[in-house]
T-cell receptor, first 114, second 116 residues
Framework: GENVEQHPSTLSVQEGDSAVIKCTYS??????FPWYKQELGKRPQLIID?????GEKKDQRIAVTLNKTAKHFSLHITETQPEDSAVYFC?????????????FGKGTHLIIQP | GAVVSQHPSWVICKSGTSVKIECRSL??????MFWYRQFPKQSLMLMAT?????????EQGVEKDKFLINHASLTLSTLTVTSAHPEDSSFYIC????????????FGEGSRLTVL
């Protein structure tokens, strides 16, 4: 099955700086890579996703890059704000016509220092 | 976005009892729902895929008889933790897709189970 590795486990940055979280996946058939943000005690919420036919996607301060050859993808948050503090999970899935659940990375606790 | 609701949000039970958790898709039909388990400060681990009208598909290492899943309608899946023990204490969270194929998973609020 799929295995997703995520680094770092904790990331502390100064407010206004950029944050980068990296993930690798093992199954070359995976073709969908979402990023979820989970605040303490709350449900995960999708912040951005990318499919394997695209190398980069951007939504305001958030961007995701995908390198299919190397099987890794990264989340980039620019101009970080206090409300960006949360746990971020990357995930991977293969849309083979079935109804596959996501395989999640272990998460990154992002701390924005004021 | 689509709304997935879970109930109860938290439950405390005695060891040996069974607990049922409901997951509902409020504004869409979900032929498939997913059940995850999350320990404190850890990731979401897929337990099983719940299929409407058929048996659930369990991930390796998840006991079928321990975690009973029933997906009786297009908007409701239930997870029953049978003969619960303290090690079953965890955050259980369900999710579903609002449209066919791969795409965004919408999560329920989660249910925190504490077994005494």
């Amino acid at each position: 099955g799929e295995n997703v590795e995520q680094h770092p486990s904790t990331l502390s940055v100064q407010e206004g700086d950029s944050a980068v979280i990296k993930c690798t996946y093992s199954d070359s058939a995976s073709n969908y890579f979402p990023w979820y943000k989970q605040e303490l005690g709350k449900r995960p919420q999708l912040i951005i996703d990318i499919r394997s036919n695209v190398g980069e996607k951007k939504d305001q301060r958030i961007a995701v890059t995908l390198n299919k050859t190397a099987k890794h993808f990264s989340l980039h948050i620019t101009e970080t704000q206090p409300e960006d503090s949360a746990v971020y999970f990357c995930a991977a899935a293969y849309s083979g016509g079935g109804a596959d659940g996501l395989t999640f990375g272990k998460g990154t606790h992002l701390i924005i220092q004021p | 976005g689509a709304v997935v609701s879970q109930h109860p949000s938290w439950v405390i039970c005695k060891s040996g009892t069974s607990v049922k958790i409901e997951c509902r898709s409020l504004d869409f039909q979900a032929t498939t729902m997913f059940w995850y388990r999350q320990f404190p400060k850890q990731s979401l681990m897929l337990m099983a895929t719940s299929n409407e009208g058929s048996k659930a598909t369990y991930e390796q290492g998840v006991e079928k008889d321990k975690f009973l899943i029933n997906h009786a309608s297009l908007t409701l899946s239930t997870l029953t933790v049978t003969s619960a023990h303290p090690e079953d204490s965890s955050f259980y969270i369900c999710s579903a897709r609002a449209s066919p194929g791969i795409g965004e998973l919408f999560f329920g609020e989660g249910s925190r189970l504490t077994v005494l």
